[in-house]
């Protein structure tokens, strides 16, 4: 941990209200593209992504510095998003019908709002359709497949950093990863 | 006879083990690989085999392609960006469980001084034994005056004796 971030992590648990407000900055769109791909519904993505941080500014005490701030942050993100998968898992609380709408609209808005890369009008539906198609495929998947394939791919976190967040060897995180995207690969041959 | 040729990746099937057993093994194993080579990790050796196999194999090269484009299209997803209303929405909801508490630096932070706590009961138990041993009583209750008697020990007595009867 470098000596700005030690600093950081003391004003954060002074209660230092301008760390904490730096820090969501810094953090929302990681944290909430993580929830956004893991759930597949903003409304429930931004929930549980204000959820992350409150238990941070909770629990920052509890962070002991043996990992970079951002592991511990995917640490908290993924232990929520797990429960909150079971938990609506329960609660019979994704309506397949309302999932789908859901994706339509947030695919579609996401997609066309994108402002890295201008496309042509082609190029936009299909990548609307993609956005769809993979974001389907991505929540069908199991929640050990799931998680390893929005950190990997969707985050783009080294496999230590997987390995440290799910306290799982390194070796274990590659095995599991491989057979997500087959799996992926697989439902994907569905719509293409 | 020949062993196996180790020099290709994964190991080519011995002379005389059934063909298509084996072949469905060996495109198992190149699927096993196809993370590894999407992502650089295998040796020059195994890589260059693997090329090898996937540029004379129909079947998994259509496997690797259907795989890379699913991979690469998950990093080429639209990275989502928290809403506008975000940061004050996660600040307010902090105040309103807090009771507008959370913010700001407290005297000993969050947790219970407990060393300082126990030097406090430490000197006020040592204060009670001092009073303690200084109090003649052994107690701390008030000591009230002794009485004095009603007359000095050696006073003769107040009421008269009666005088010896006369023979």
């Avoid at chain 1, 956004?36 to 549980?48: F, I, Q, V």
């Avoid at chain 1, 042509?120 to 069908?140: H, K, T």
């Avoid at chain 2, 009230?144 to 009421?159: I, L, S, T």
Wanted: proline share 5%; charged share 30%; with cysteine.
């Amino acid at each position: 941990m470098t000596l700005r971030e030690r600093r950081f992590i003391r004003k954060l648990r002074e209660r230092d209200e301008k760390a904490f407000r730096d820090m969501v900055e810094r953090y929302r769109d990681q944290v909430y593209n993580t929830t956004y791909r893991m759930l597949g519904n903003r409304e429930e993505a931004e929930d549980l992504a204000q959820e992350v941080f409150i238990t941070v500014f909770k629990s920052i005490d509890s962070f002991r510095g043996e990992s970079k701030f951002s592991t511990w942050l995917y640490r908290i993100t993924v232990n929520h998003c797990k429960n909150r998968i079971k938990y609506l898992a329960r609660r019979h609380d994704r309506d397949q019908r309302e999932y789908d709408e859901n994706v339509t609209r947030d695919g579609a808005e996401a997609a066309l709002t994108a402002p890295a890369r201008p496309r042509s009008p082609d190029r936009q539906l299909e990548g609307v359709e993609m956005e769809q198609i993979l974001q389907r495929c991505i929540a069908e998947l199991d929640d050990d497949h799931r998680i390893l394939i929005v950190l990997r791919d969707i985050q783009d976190l080294s496999y230590e950093e997987i390995g440290t967040i799910t306290s799982l060897p390194e070796g274990t995180v590659k095995s599991r990863l491989h057979r997500g995207r087959m799996a992926l690969r697989k439902k994907m041959q569905k719509y293409m | 006879m020949a062993g196996p040729d180790t020099t290709s990746f994964p190991p080519n099937p011995q002379p005389g083990a059934d063909r298509r057993g084996a072949g469905s093994e060996r495109h198992a194993d190149i699927e096993q690989s196809f993370s590894d080579y999407y992502e650089g990790l295998l040796p020059d050796r195994e890589r260059e085999a693997m090329a090898a196999h996937l540029a004379g194999c129909e079947a998994c090269r259509a496997g690797y392609e259907q795989f890379k484009s699913a991979v690469t299209a998950l990093s080429e997803l639209h990275k989502m960006t928290a809403p506008p209303s975000f940061d004050s929405t996660v600040e307010d909801t902090i105040r309103r469980r807090s009771g507008g508490r959370f913010f700001g630096r407290k005297a000993f932070g969050d947790r219970v001084p407990f060393e300082l706590l126990a030097v406090v009961v430490l000197v006020i138990g040592l204060a009670i034994w001092l009073l303690l041993r200084s109090s003649s009583t052994g107690s701390l209750r008030y000591q009230d005056e002794p009485e004095q008697p009603a007359f000095a020990p050696g006073a003769r007595d107040v009421v008269p004796q009666p005088a010896p009867l006369e023979q």
